[in-house]
């Protein structure tokens, strides 16, 4: 009788990475990611814009550009519900139901928080509601969403409302990741330009506005954000980047490079709005 052939022990994960530079560690690649953005997500935190917005008037003009933002990090939350959940009539079980369960926890939040008054809101119509408490003019980003709801292309929605040239370079940035970026590009730049970014940007904002009687609605959309994507959001997004790249060099590259290219989308923002405020 032969005896039976010998079986090759499986080699180890790092052993499998060292022989395949195409196979990485999940974990060190993204804290090498993390490092490799830290210079500019630290400019960016560092910027002056936080200090500069210290009056009404200032505070008016800061949201008129920042609005749009709050908008287009839908499109992002929404491209990936798309990926990582069934959004189709003929339902189907997620392959990654973690993942499933965190951007179906961010669309919660985002699209049916309830606001101060105990009501269901999306954080956009929270949001003009705190510019309209504040005096600042939404009229042409509402003038923008009523031409998205009657499906105007996004360039063509931005000229004809007149939204501001420094926000459409944003938006643009925003939503040609969304629209083309992979899911991997998505996630990336869903975290690192907006998740982990925003508790401490908006940080530096609201001392200056949590006892301003005049932006109370303001001051609560900030400590929102703060709350949800400190404690919950940006926590689980890390997560969920960590599994989608899993051991692929490739996909962790992509990331690096989605991420980079939406923090410097934000300093562009920052600078060309600090601009404006004079």
């Known amino acids: ?118 009501e269901p809101i999306s954080h956009c119509e929270l949001y003009l509601g705190a510019m309209d408490e504040v005096g600042a003019d939404t009229s042409r980003a509402r003038r923008y969403l009523a031409l998205i709801g009657d499906d105007a292309a996004a360039p063509d929605a931005m000229a004809v409302a007149g939204v501001p040239l420094a926000a459409r370079a944003f938006m643009r940035h925003t939503l040609a990741t969304a629209l083309d970026g992979d899911a991997v590009e998505v996630l990336a730049s869903f975290l690192f330009g907006r998740e982990d970014l925003i508790p401490e940007m908006f940080a530096r904002l609201l001392p200056r506005w949590r006892d301003a009687g005049s932006a109370r609605r303001f001051t609560y959309y900030v400590e929102r954000h703060i709350e949800l994507d400190g404690d919950d959001h940006g926590p689980a997004a890390r997560r969920a980047l960590i599994e989608l790249a899993g051991t692929s060099a490739p996909a962790w590259a992509r990331a690096a490079q989605a991420a980079q290219g939406a923090i410097a989308a934000r300093i562009a923002l920052w600078d060309q709005v600090l601009a404006e405020l004079g």
Not at 25 to 44: G, Q, V
Request: with cysteine; net charge neutral; proline share 12%.
């Open 1 to 118: 009788m032969p005896l039976p052939a010998r079986t090759r022990p499986e080699p180890s994960r790092a052993l499998r990475t060292a022989n395949d530079p195409q196979i990485v560690d999940p974990e060190t690649s993204y804290e090498e990611l993390r490092a490799a953005i830290a210079p500019a997500r630290a400019r960016l935190l560092a910027h002056p814009l936080y200090d500069a917005v210290d009056d009404l008037p200032r505070l008016r003009r800061f949201m008129g550009f920042h609005v749009y933002a709050v908008w287009d990090f839908m499109c992002l939350a929404k491209r990936l519900q798309r990926e990582l959940t069934s959004v189709v009539p003929l339902w189907r079980p997620p392959r990654h139901p973690a993942l499933a369960r965190f951007i179906n926890g961010v669309i919660l939040g985002e699209e049916s928080d309830l606001g101060p008054d105990g």
